[in-house]
């Protein structure tokens, strides 16, 4: 497929437009975010992409991704419509794609104080602690062998996520999570379809639409499952300790709420909650351990800090409150492979920005990792140096707009607290029990640091590392 984009006619005026920046085809061969950055480097940090049908512009400044997140966060509070959010997300009634509005305000309050809030989050530490340490009795077991470290996170952090929200370690793990990972590829990945969207029959031709179908019948079937469960179990009375599921089912039953809540809705949200916090927790992890794989003075040093700080055979959600230099190391994978393009907007109504006419109902992507490698905010900015935070009250909290690995504004990711939770503490762990090595004798220098094409915040060869067991 091969198709050259050229300058729209009578577009309303607005930024910069690139009169001809190749073809839709070169920006699926490179990576997106690799390929977006090296124009505004060229055409500067606003551009007017028209992708098909779709008007977009790209954002790849702090300066900028801050007019847009905090200057304006109303107007461009908005999802896009796809085609991926309407089959694979139950029509976008969950939070990440529903519409801006009502729905949405109500959906997300009850997910933040019921599943998400720092209290919330604080008591699942014993969540947290048991899986870790499932993870760790695995590990031990392959002691002195290769093991594809992706494989032992993914399961952790599915677990821990699975047993907050829906109570227990999802009985069809393998299938779901194999379902997740298709579904973020299908969110993220180039898809002709979806900058026609005029045009439905591209999909069916591809065959794409068909593909999605079934795996949303195949997610269903799960989520159906673990409703009908929980729906079982409340008839018998309940369990003491509510899971998101329940509090949903509850308040779904007795609230009289502006938006009755349905089924679908339950779904969605759990469908957000299983998605947002299991690929994105676990890819972080392993790309810092890619990092400190890479850097072998870096790991020394981190792994010094987390002995010395941890007592006992243990490590103690308030020991980690201390490792200030295993903080660092998170921040900098954050920002070097966080998730390079936000999940998009879209403007609510016509906007000014930079001086630039930006029309309504018009794409946004923000370049997070445009923003966190730029020239102006970060010396050495594509290398790995977690000492870099180290007089700096720079934070990915959403206000600092260099680093934004969790988005900003009033769409930033409710799931903050809780996936720094489970990185911070598996992280830990794992350089405590372990030391490391490459497998097949690989050398640091050698290691291959490649983003995956399609799902880019992955690393394109998955870390084999070798665990060798540490008496404590
Ligand atoms: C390292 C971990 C995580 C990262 C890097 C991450 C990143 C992000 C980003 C970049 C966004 C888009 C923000 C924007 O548009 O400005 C987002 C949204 C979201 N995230 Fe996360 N996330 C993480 C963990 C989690 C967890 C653990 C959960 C829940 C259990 C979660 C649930 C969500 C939801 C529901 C949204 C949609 C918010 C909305 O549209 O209102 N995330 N996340």
């Known amino acids: 497929l091969f198709l050259t984009l050229k300058t729209p006619k009578n577009l309303p005026p607005g930024p910069p437009r690139l009169p001809i920046i190749g073809n839709i085809h070169q920006l699926k061969g490179g990576v997106p975010h690799r390929v977006l950055r090296t124009?505004?480097?060229k055409y500067g940090p606003i551009m007017y992409l028209q992708l098909g049908q779709i008007r977009t512009v790209v954002i790849s400044s702090p300066?900028?991704?801050?007019?847009?997140?905090?200057?304006?966060?109303?107007?461009?509070?908005?999802?896009?419509?796809?085609?991926?959010?309407?089959?694979?997300?139950?029509?976008?009634?969950?939070?990440?794609?529903?519409?801006?509005?009502?729905?949405?305000?109500?959906?997300?309050?009850?997910?933040?104080?019921?599943?998400?809030?720092a209290k919330r989050v604080r008591s699942y530490s014993f969540i947290r602690d048991e899986e870790i340490r499932n993870m760790r009795t695995r590990l031990e077991s392959s002691t002195g062998k290769a093991v594809v470290l992706r494989d032992v996170v993914v399961q952790m952090v599915n677990d821990v996520i699975c047993r907050a929200t829906v109570g227990d370690v999802c009985k069809d793990r393998s299938t779901l999570i194999d379902v997740l990972f298709d579904i973020m590829r299908a969110v993220i990945a180039f898809n002709m379809a979806s900058y026609y969207p005029s045009l439905g029959f591209v999909n069916v031709v591809s065959g794409k639409k068909a593909k999605w179908l079934k795996r949303q019948k195949q997610l269903d079937v799960i989520l159906e499952d673990i409703l009908e469960e929980h729906r079982r179990n409340r008839s018998n009375g309940g369990n003491d300790q509510e899971d998101l599921v329940d509090v949903l089912l509850r308040i779904k039953e007795n609230c009289d709420?502006?938006?009755?809540i349905t089924n679908d809705n339950v779904k969605g949200i759990i469908l957000d909650m299983l998605i947002g916090g299991t690929s994105t927790s676990s890819m972080t992890l392993?790309?810092?351990?890619?990092?400190?794989?890479?850097?072998?003075?870096?790991m020394?040093?981190?792994?010094?800090?987390?002995?010395?700080?941890?007592?006992?055979n243990t490590i103690a959600e308030t020991d980690i409150q201390n490792m200030h230099y295993l903080k660092m190391v998170i921040k900098e994978t954050f920002r070097l492979h966080g998730p390079p393009l936000l999940v998009p907007r879209v403007s609510r109504e016509d906007c000014v920005v930079d001086g630039y006419n930006i029309p309504v109902k018009t794409r946004i992507i923000i370049n997070s990792w445009a923003?966190?490698?730029d020239p102006d905010s970060w010396e050495n900015a594509d290398s790995f140096i977690p000492e870099r935070f180290e007089n700096s009250s720079i934070t990915y909290l959403g206000s600092d707009y260099e680093l934004l690995p969790f988005g900003g504004?009033?769409?930033?990711?409710?799931?903050?607290?809780?996936?720094?939770?489970i990185i911070e503490n598996a992280l830990a762990n794992l350089l405590f029990h372990f030391d490391w090595e490459l497998s097949n004798g690989l050398k640091p220098e050698e290691l291959d640091m490649t983003e995956a094409t399609v799902l880019s915040n992955l690393p394109k060869h998955p870390l084999e590392v070798v665990p060798i067991t540490v008496s404590c």
């Open 257 to 260: 709420l502006d938006q009755p």
């Open 371 to 373: 923003c966190g490698t």
């Open 286 to 298: 392993e790309w810092a351990m890619a990092e400190l794989m890479k850097n072998p003075k870096i």
């Open 39 to 41: 124009l505004a480097r």
């Open 409 to 421: 504004g009033r769409r930033i990711c409710p799931g903050i607290a809780f996936g720094v939770g």
């Open 63 to 117: 300066r900028l991704a801050q007019e847009i997140l905090k200057t304006n966060d109303v107007v461009f509070a908005d999802r896009p419509t796809t085609i991926a959010s309407q089959i694979l997300f139950y029509k976008a009634q969950d939070i990440a794609w529903a519409p801006y509005g009502s729905y949405w305000r109500q959906m997300r309050k009850i997910c933040t104080l019921e599943l998400l809030s």
């Open 300 to 312: 020394k040093k981190v792994q010094a800090e987390v002995r010395r700080i941890a007592s006992g």
